[in-house]
Every structure is written in structure tokens, then in C-alpha cells.
């Protein structure tokens, strides 16, 4: 693993260590949510309308957070930010230590939390280019997406056994009291006022932001070939079906399945400081998004022959080492292909517009696995969950290829040349 940026940079070391802590937090936050309102409701309907309360803040606060981010000091929009997202979690912790036992009011208050995320997340991404420079930008971002996977694997685990052993209140306590390290860590973060103001404020700062990128093929290509692997090979709704008919031991299956994925970008973590050391981010997103797909391929593969050899009923284990197997390596290609694609936006994006783009991002990562979701549950009727994994993986390699062909100059893209500040033509 690559830790230059932890000893270059105090201050991002300081930031990512209370990300990391934050990060599992939040984590267990949602998932305890997701238990307390089917504690409350005894519905699935109910505890699927958490994504709709926070999808639509996520975007809409993403998009406009990254104007935010554009137009003020960035330390403060961030400090603000945080302090909000830390409020909700002890407003959690006030109200399940007082028995507050209302559903309208986690809806409302992971409302809050989703729109918070959205103008903080930007914010700190458009932050991190400031603290560690563009050459060391690969390897930050290893750190960060390393960070991630640990916080998925262990934060929905320990939120469980949280709620199982010592119920809501201690759970959303623990998350409150580990947030503070990340508001502390942007408390000490130096003033960051922008060097260049918006000409154009409001709505009109966000489509400005949106006419840039339509005259910047490399960077708009990170977020399509994105789009291409999360609409068109999307797992995870189909992983519960897939356990029931095909692989086996329902619930633990799953949780296995997705552990998986989150260990195979832990390992991207762990072994990659070969990664700091590439230059042509472009053929590195376009190989990792391949290799998506064919891995999602693979794992439709493997439910196909499970089911001819009789289906969950009379599955073998080696169905299930197969299966996972396959998310282990299905997790580390796309870990490669985000942390490239960062680090593409971060560098390739002028500072003064730095946010708004990076409210694109997240918009993007927000909102294509639920379209993918959505699609994959849809045409799982018509073809089946293994067809739809097999077709969608191949698809992701062909859309891939296609926008290659489209536009080739995003295979051409050399770090070394934006560090340089040459301006790549379309």
C-alpha cells in the first residue's frame, strides 16, 4: 500500500482517519435504520422507502453542494456541512434514548442526513487535490476507496450485533460519538477561500458547471462508462433471489456475496501502491470496466450451473465458493476503475469548478446502481436472474467498447501530461 500521502500531508491524514471512523459509523447508522423501521412497520414496502428519502436529497443537495463548494471556503461549507450530518446522528441517539417510535421521523431526519452527504461529499473530494497534489492523487484515493470497502463490511456487521446486543440507543450513540473525529478532522483543516469567485451564482453556476463538461470528452466519459457497468451490470437485487433458487443459504449467502465485493476493494487497498505508479488512468477504467462485467458474467455463469444441477435443494458448496469468488474479483475491478476515474475528475477539472463536478459524481454513483437495480429486478422476470447477469455483463464490455470507439482519446489520457498542464484536446 501506498501511505506517501498520509506522511506528505498532516492535514489529510487527520482527514482520512476520521473519515475512516466516520465512515463505518455511518454505516452502521443506515442499517440500524433500515431495522428500526421494519421494527416499526413489519414491511419491506417501508424500509425500500428509505432509498426514495434519500436518493432525491442526495442528488439535488449534490448538485447544488458542488456550487456551494465553487462559490465559498471550502473548509467552512464542509465544517458546516459535517456538524449538520453529526447533529442528525445524535438527534438518532436523542430519540431512541427518549422512545421516540416513529417512522415519519427516521424518514425525515435520513432526509436531512442524505442532503447533508450530498454537499459535504463534493466538497471534500473537490478538498483533497489541494492537500496532497495531482501526483499523489492515485494513491489518496486507494486510501479513501480502501476505507469505504472496510466501512461496508464492518459497519452493517457491527450495527447488527449492536442493535441484537444492546439495542438502538447504544448504536446511534456510538455512531455520534465516532462522527466527531470526522468534524474534528475538518475543523483543523486550513482556510481554503477560492481563488477565482463564480462569475454566475444559484442554478446558473450549476449548468455552468454542466456546460464545461460537455466540452471535456475525458472527463464526461468517466462518469458514461460508469453508468454503462452500473445500469447494465447491476447484481445486487438479484443476490437474494440467486441464494433462494440457486446457490443456498439465503441471508448468510448474501451477506457473503456482497462481503465479497467490499473485500475484493479492500485488497485493491492493500496492494496498491503499483496503482500510484500508472500513467494511463483511460485504459485502466476501460480494463476494470471490463473486467466488471466478464466477473458479473461469470457470477450468472456459475447460478446457471447451479440450477441444472438441481438449485438450491441439493446445492454443493462450490457453487457458493464460485460465486463469491467471482464478487471478490467483480469488487476489486471496479475499485480500480473508481479510483482512477477520481482521480481523473480531480485532476483533469480546473479548481474553480471542482465541486460542481464532483456533485456530478456522486449524482452518478448515487443514481446508476439504482436505475441498474430497477432494470436488472424488471427483465429478471423475462429472462431469469443468471440471463440477466450473463447478458448485462457482456453488454457492460460491449457498451465499454463502444464508447472506447466513440471516443479513443480517453484511452490516450496521460496522467503525466495534465500534471504537466497540458490541455488535452477533444
Same mark, same amino acid.
Given at each position: 500500500?501506498?501511505? =506517501?500521502?498520509?506522511?506528505?500531508?498532516?492535514?489529510?491524514?487527520?482527514? %482520512?482517519?476520521?473519515?475512516?471512523?466516520?465512515?463505518?459509523?455511518?454505516?452502521?447508522?443506515?442499517?440500524?435504520?433500515?431495522?428500526?423501521?421494519?421494527?416499526?412497520?413489519?414491511?419491506?414496502? #417501508?424500509?425500500?422507502?428509505?432509498?426514495?428519502?434519500?436518493?432525491?436529497?442526495?442528488?439535488?443537495?449534490?448538485?447544488?453542494? &458542488?456550487?456551494?463548494?465553487?462559490?465559498? !471556503?471550502?473548509?467552512?461549507?464542509?465544517?458546516?456541512? #459535517?456538524?449538520?450530518?453529526?447533529?442528525?446522528?445524535?438527534?438518532?441517539?436523542?430519540?431512541?434514548?427518549?422512545?421516540?417510535?416513529?417512522?415519519?421521523?427516521?424518514?425525515?431526519?435520513?432526509?436531512?442526513?442524505?442532503?447533508?452527504?450530498?454537499?459535504?461529499?463534493?466538497?471534500?473530494?473537490?478538498?483533497?487535490?489541494?492537500?496532497?497534489?495531482?501526483?499523489?492523487?492515485?494513491?489518496?484515493?486507494?486510501?479513501?476507496?480502501?476505507?469505504?470497502?472496510?466501512?461496508?463490511?464492518?459497519?452493517?456487521?457491527?450495527?447488527?450485533?449492536?442493535?441484537? $446486543?444492546?439495542?438502538?440507543? %447504544?448504536?446511534?450513540?456510538?455512531?455520534?460519538?465516532?462522527?466527531?473525529?470526522?468534524?474534528?478532522?475538518?475543523?483543523?483543516?486550513?482556510?481554503?477561500?477560492?481563488?477565482?469567485?463564480?462569475?454566475?451564482?444559484?442554478?446558473?453556476?450549476?449548468?455552468?458547471?454542466? $456546460?464545461?463538461?460537455?466540452?471535456?470528452?475525458?472527463?464526461?466519459?468517466?462518469?458514461?462508462?460508469?453508468?454503462?457497468?452500473?445500469?447494465?451490470?447491476?447484481?445486487?437485487?438479484?443476490?437474494?433471489?440467486?441464494?433462494?433458487?440457486?446457490?443456498?443459504?439465503? =441471508?448468510?449467502?448474501? /451477506?457473503?456475496?456482497?462481503?465479497?465485493?467490499?473485500?475484493?476493494?479492500?485488497?485493491?487497498?492493500?496492494?496498491?501502491?503499483?496503482?500510484?505508479?500508472?500513467?494511463?488512468?483511460?485504459?485502466?477504467?476501460?480494463?476494470?470496466?471490463?473486467?466488471?462485467?466478464?466477473?458479473?458474467?461469470?457470477? &450468472?455463469?456459475?447460478?446457471?450451473?447451479?440450477?441444472?444441477?438441481?438449485?438450491?435443494?441439493?446445492? #454443493?458448496?462450490?457453487?457458493?465458493?464460485?460465486?463469491?469468488?467471482?464478487?471478490?474479483?467483480?469488487?476489486?475491478? !471496479?475499485?480500480?476503475?473508481?479510483?482512477?476515474?477520481?482521480?481523473?475528475?480531480?485532476?483533469?477539472?480546473? !479548481?474553480?469548478?471542482?465541486?460542481?463536478? $464532483?456533485?456530478?459524481?456522486?449524482?452518478?454513483?448515487?443514481?446508476?446502481?439504482?436505475? /441498474?437495480?430497477?432494470?436488472?429486478?424488471?427483465?429478471?422476470?423475462?429472462?431469469?436472474?443468471? %440471463?440477466?447477469?450473463?447478458?448485462?455483463?457482456?453488454?457492460?464490455?460491449?457498451?465499454?467498447?463502444?464508447?472506447?470507439?466513440? $471516443?479513443? #482519446?480517453?484511452?490516450?489520457?496521460?496522467?503525466?501530461?495534465?500534471?504537466? &498542464?497540458?490541455?488535452?484536446?477533444?
Amino acid at each position: 500500500m501506498d501511505l =506517501e500521502p498520509l506522511r506528505f500531508s498532516p492535514a489529510f491524514r487527520r482527514l %482520512w482517519l476520521g473519515n475512516s471512523l466516520s465512515a463505518i459509523g455511518t454505516q452502521m447508522t443506515i442499517i440500524t435504520v433500515s431495522l428500526q423501521v421494519y421494527a416499526l412497520t413489519a414491511s419491506s414496502f #417501508s424500509v425500500g422507502l428509505l432509498g426514495a428519502f434519500t436518493l432525491v436529497p442526495l442528488i439535488i443537495a449534490g448538485l447544488y453542494g &458542488g456550487a456551494i463548494a465553487d462559490a465559498h !471556503d471550502r473548509r467552512k461549507v464542509a465544517l458546516g456541512s #459535517s456538524l449538520v450530518l453529526w447533529a442528525v446522528s445524535a438527534t438518532l441517539a436523542i430519540g431512541a434514548w427518549i422512545g421516540v417510535d416513529n417512522v415519519w421521523w427516521l424518514y425525515g431526519l435520513m432526509a436531512i442526513h442524505s442532503g447533508a452527504a450530498g454537499i459535504n461529499q463534493p466538497t471534500r473530494g473537490a478538498i483533497i487535490p489541494k492537500l496532497v497534489g495531482t501526483r499523489l492523487l492515485p494513491a489518496a484515493n486507494s486510501l479513501n476507496m480502501m476505507t469505504f470497502s472496510i466501512a461496508m463490511m464492518l459497519g452493517p456487521m457491527l450495527g447488527g450485533l449492536l442493535v441484537a $446486543q444492546y439495542g438502538y440507543r %447504544w448504536t446511534y450513540t456510538i455512531d455520534a460519538v465516532t462522527f466527531t473525529a470526522a468534524v474534528w478532522s475538518v475543523y483543523r483543516l486550513p482556510p481554503m477561500p477560492m481563488a477565482e469567485k463564480p462569475t454566475v451564482r444559484g442554478l446558473r453556476s450549476v449548468r455552468e458547471g454542466f $456546460q464545461f463538461l460537455a466540452t471535456q470528452p475525458n472527463i464526461r466519459m468517466t462518469f458514461l462508462i460508469d453508468l454503462a457497468a452500473m445500469i447494465l451490470a447491476a447484481p445486487r437485487v438479484l443476490l437474494p433471489a440467486i441464494a433462494a433458487l440457486a446457490l443456498g443459504g439465503g =441471508e448468510t449467502t448474501v /451477506g457473503l456475496l456482497l462481503a465479497a465485493a467490499a473485500g475484493g476493494a479492500m485488497l485493491v487497498g492493500l496492494f496498491s501502491g503499483s496503482l500510484s505508479h500508472l500513467r494511463r488512468h483511460g485504459i485502466a477504467v476501460f480494463v476494470s470496466v471490463c473486467l466488471w462485467g466478464l466477473c458479473i458474467s461469470g457470477l &450468472g455463469l456459475v447460478v446457471l450451473l447451479a440450477l441444472g444441477h438441481g438449485g438450491a435443494a441439493v446445492a #454443493s458448496p462450490i457453487w457458493v465458493i464460485l460465486a463469491v469468488l467471482t464478487m471478490l474479483a467483480a469488487g476489486a475491478a !471496479d475499485s480500480v476503475s473508481a479510483i482512477f476515474r477520481t482521480t481523473i475528475l480531480q485532476s483533469a477539472a480546473p !479548481d474553480h469548478l471542482r465541486g460542481r463536478l $464532483q456533485g456530478v459524481f456522486i449524482v452518478v454513483v448515487a443514481g446508476g446502481p439504482h436505475v /441498474g437495480g430497477m432494470l436488472a429486478g424488471a427483465s429478471a422476470t423475462v429472462l431469469g436472474e443468471p %440471463w440477466v447477469l450473463i447478458v448485462g455483463g457482456l453488454g457492460c464490455v460491449l457498451a465499454a467498447s463502444a464508447l472506447m470507439r466513440w $471516443q479513443p #482519446s480517453f484511452l490516450a489520457y496521460d496522467a503525466h501530461r495534465t500534471e504537466q &498542464g497540458v490541455v488535452e484536446e477533444p
